[in-house]
């Protein structure tokens, strides 16, 4: 079922990878892709409408029932398998809120590095690495998304562009938008440190050398100056009030994302 490009179709890529859990017995012998399938995350992602045919080793795979054996199974027997991940699909990874630990998925095999390419109105790209086993599920178009909202908000209201807040920055997709957007001062901050160490590398790769601040702090102990953006982007179901609250205290837009 290979392309003659080499490369096969995602179905049948999962069928395979279903049938050695089949024979593992991690899933039951008359399991289905649509109930069974582990969360298959690209290795490299360029949002798309295309049918997806995939490359060797750029699959990252996310199941709460894997085992060493089959993850020793699926790099061995799978090509398109690169990163073999235990955990639940409906757990977040990373920091929840200020009040909560760290949680990473296990990484059982592989490498689980993933790169997101974004395109914007700007005609220029944003690019952002991530390890999968510690920073959030969140799939380029998402962030595409998220952009054309931040976007839309800064031209439609008029926005300065002097200094912005990205206040919960994680791998920096907003800040690093409105810096190539032309603000004159970007301040990133998160409360988790690994965002923090990933948000570095990823100014790098987008070129952002300059005009810049990062904090790693809870926002609602950060102690910033006044500004004209403060741009709000929690994890879904946290309670953001007192966040938003601060957030209009410091500056004079407020986009909750
Ligand atoms: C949905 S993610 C942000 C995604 C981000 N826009 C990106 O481009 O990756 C939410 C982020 O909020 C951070 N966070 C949670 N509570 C926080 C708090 N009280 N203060 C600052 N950051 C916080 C988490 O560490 C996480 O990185």
Redesign the pocket.
């Given at each position: 079922m290979k392309c003659e490009c080499g490369k096969r179709p995602l179905d049948i890529v999962m069928s395979h990878i279903l049938k050695i859990m089949i024979e593992d017995e991690i899933v039951p012998e008359r399991a289905t892709l649509r109930r069974n399938s582990p969360v298959p995350l690209s290795g490299f992602y360029y949002s798309s409408l295309n049918p997806q045919f995939i490359g060797e080793k750029t699959l990252i795979l996310l199941h709460p029932d894997f085992t060493e054996d089959v993850a020793s199974r699926l790099i061995n027997e799978v090509p398109e398998v690169k990163c073999v991940l235990k955990g639940s699909p409906q757990s977040t990874v990373?920091?929840?809120?200020?009040n909560s630990q760290i949680s990473h998925f296990e990484i059982l095999e592989g490498d689980d590095t993933q790169i997101n390419v974004m395109r914007t109105l700007l005609g220029d790209k944003v690019v952002?690495l991530k390890r999968q086993s510690r920073h959030?599920i969140?799939v380029a178009m998402t962030?595409e998304e998220k952009l054309l909202r931040l976007h839309n908000y800064i031209n439609n209201n008029d926005v300065k562009k002097g200094v912005a807040v990205d206040?919960?920055?994680?791998?920096?997709?907003?800040g690093i938008y409105l810096a190539k957007l032309g603000f004159e001062k970007v301040i990133f901050?998160?409360?988790?440190p690994e965002?923090i160490e990933a948000l570095k590398y990823n100014l790098e790769i987008n070129g952002i050398t300059d005009g810049y601040e990062i904090f790693n702090e809870?926002?609602?102990d950060l102690e910033v100056e006044n500004a004209d953006l403060c741009v709000i982007?929690?994890?879904p179901g946290?309670d953001v009030d007192e966040?938003v609250k601060k957030a209009e205290e410091i500056a004079d837009n407020v986009v909750v994302i």
């Open positions: 990373g920091q929840l809120d200020r952002l959030h969140e962030t206040a919960m920055c994680g791998l920096g997709a907003l901050n998160d409360v988790n965002m809870a926002f609602e982007d929690a994890f946290v966040i």
